[in-house]
Structure formats: C-alpha cells, structure tokens
C-alpha cells in the first residue's frame, strides 16, 4: 500500500481542476442530514462532475467510491452504467466487482438491477445476428426480453448454459446465506426466462427440490418452484401436472401444517385449469390423521372443494356439507378468523338448492 492510498481522493493533484458543488438544503433546512464529512466532501465533487457531465476513468473511480459509501445510491448507479458505455470498459471485470458489493450489501436492490444490466448486455452477444463480441456496453445492444435459445447456434447455445451456469449458482451461493433474499431470487426468475427455453428450468426444479429436503417450509422456494413449474417451457400437460401434483401431496402428507406447498397445489390446479375437485380424496384421506385433522389448510381446501361441489350439484346434502366445514373452521381449528368463516358460511345461503 502506498502512501497515496492513504490520501482522499479530493487531495489528490488529479482533483485540483474540480469545483466541488454543495449540496443545496435552502437557507434554513429544517432536519439537516448529519452526513459524514467523507460522503458529504465526495458527493459534492459528485455533482461538481455530474454537473458537467464527465466521462473520465476519475468520474468512473467516483462513482465506485460514492457507491462503496451509499450502495442504494441509485442516480449513482445509473451514471456509472453510463460511464461504462462511453469509456466502451470491459463488463467482466465489473462483474467480480458487483460480486464483492453483493457479497457486502446482499439485501441491496440496486446492486442485483446493475448485476442484471450488465448481464442483459453481456448476453446481447449471443444473439443469433452478426453481432460484435467484445464485451462492453458501447458495443452491444441490449438483448431483447428473451433470447431465442433454440435458434442459436450450438456453440452459442454452449456460451449462454455456461453464462448461466455461472449466474446460479452466484445467486444460489447469495441464497445459501440468506434464503428468503428477494431480489436474489427476483434476479433469479430473470435469468432463467431472460436465456429462454434452455435446459436450465427442469434443472431449478431439481435445485428446488434439494432446498426443500433441507427446509419444507422456505415458502421462497415454494414460490420459485411455482415460477419454474408455470412459466418454464416443460408446460401443463396432464402428465406433468399429475406429477407435480403427486410430488406436492409427499410434502403435504410429512407437514400438513404448512401452508406453503397447500397454496402451491391449489395454484397448480388453477393455473392448469384443474378443478380442486381432483384432490378430493386425497384431503379427505388425511382428516384421520391428528396433526391434519387441527389443520386450517386442509380444512379451508375442503371447503373450496365442497363450495365448488355445491354450487355445481345444488343440492341440500353438498350445501349442508360445506356449511359443516366452515364452522368446523370458525369454531375449532382457525377460531382467529371465525368472523371470516362465519362469513363464508353465510355465502353459502346464496346458493340455490333444487328439489
């Protein structure tokens, strides 16, 4: 480390030409921010630089000092994006330094949206078109919302499974810490649609499963398993839909107190225009089973079960028969929401029974 390493950057002979610009608060703020005296000197020589919109090496050092000050800071962010185009840098070694910045502030948004800007250009090389291949972003365009992996070549189909290789398994390792971080699994869902149709979406279900076996009840990974399942290009044929709602009932069956894969199983019949009415048998299965028995999952599912029966058959015995299931409800396995159960009882009435 040298003795300049030391010194602020707004010491340094290089800064001499640069007027820095005070923040402006008005003549008499009334709850003036305590800043530092370090981020309030950079950030004038910020604005000093923004003012006359700099495009230099220092401007871009700035934006990574002021960032390493504030890593939300994004008019920040979207200076250094610019920066980057105009000094035409090379976009994988900023990629190591948005890995160390992860790593440091895992929670913050705009390090994970710069990660998929910089991602989103880097990938536009892989367009089947006579694109550049030089990795920066004055020479790519950005890629369009999803690239057409099945009209690649097989060598760009080789570059964009090992791009994404590389970016799940950062974000798996960014998930491994904390593995309810949304905006690592929002950036998550973007790189899997974001390549297109490639083998990558029956590989996050398997990734799924492995989270799963360690947590049940990381209702994250029930979430991403719902967007891989419903939005993946395996599809919702009967037999995958079959399968997924087999391997859903395992999971019920070991915890039929967590709500997580009950939503999930619901949303997966809904979303492949299944009637609930299919896992019937398999709800009523479990009312003998006493840790089932007391849950309000399975017993809110019944009832949407018997209510859709009702509706159908209009007749007193199914209409009768979800009326039980929501008192059962209200007085005895979710009695919070008794008002709310109460209710749906009372909706039950709307329901025209014929003779």
């Not at 905006?183 to 297109?196: E, I, K, N, T």
């Not at 419903?230 to 009932?249: A, C, D, F």
């Not at 396995?333 to 909706?347: E, G, H, L, M």
Request: aromatic share 10%; proline share 6%; with cysteine.
């Amino acid at each position: 480390m040298s003795d300049q390493d030391d010194i602020p950057f707004y010491e340094k002979p290089e800064w001499a030409d640069v007027v820095p610009v005070p923040q402006d608060d008005g003549p008499n703020p009334l709850v003036p921010i305590a800043y530092t005296k370090e981020y309030s000197t950079t950030m004038d020589y910020f604005r000093a630089i923004c003012r006359t919109q700099e495009q230099s090496e220092r401007a871009l050092e700035l934006t990574k000092i002021v960032i390493e000050l504030s890593p939300s800071h994004y008019t920040v962010w979207h200076y250094r994006q610019t920066l980057l185009k105009a000094l035409n840098k090379d976009l994988s070694s900023e990629l190591d330094w948005i890995q160390y910045m992860i790593e440091e502030h895992p929670k913050s948004y705009q390090i994970w949206h710069h990660r998929q800007v910089i991602v989103d250009h880097i990938s536009a090389a892989l367009l089947p078109v006579d694109t550049p291949t030089s990795l920066t972003l004055s020479h790519l365009t950005t890629a369009p919302a999803g690239i057409p992996y099945n009209a690649l070549s097989e060598q760009q189909k080789e570059i964009a499974r090992e791009a994404v290789k590389v970016e799940l398994a950062f974000i798996a390792a960014a998930l491994a810490e904390d593995s309810k971080n949304y905006h690592a699994w929002s950036y998550r869902q973007w790189v899997l649609s974001h390549f297109g149709p490639g083998p990558w979406w029956a590989e996050e279900l398997e990734y799924i499963d492995e989270l799963l076996a360690i947590d049940i009840r990381n209702n994250s990974a029930w979430n991403q398993r719902f967007y891989a399942f419903t939005q993946g290009p395996l599809g919702l044929s009967r037999e995958n839909v079959e399968k997924e709602i087999q391997y859903t009932k395992v999971k019920i069956e070991r915890t039929p107190g967590n709500e997580s894969p009950w939503v999930y199983l619901g949303g997966v019949l809904r979303k492949a225009n299944h009637p609930m009415s299919e896992i019937k048998e398999f709800c009523e299965s479990l009312l003998p089973m006493p840790r089932a028995n007391f849950s309000p999952y399975l017993h809110s599912t019944l009832l949407e079960i018997y209510e859709e029966e009702a509706k159908a058959h209009r007749t007193v015995e199914s209409v009768t028969k979800a009326k039980e299931t929501a008192v059962m409800l209200a007085e005895k396995v979710d009695t919070i929401r008794a008002k709310y159960w109460n209710w749906r009882k009372s909706q039950l009435n709307n329901i025209s029974v014929e003779a």
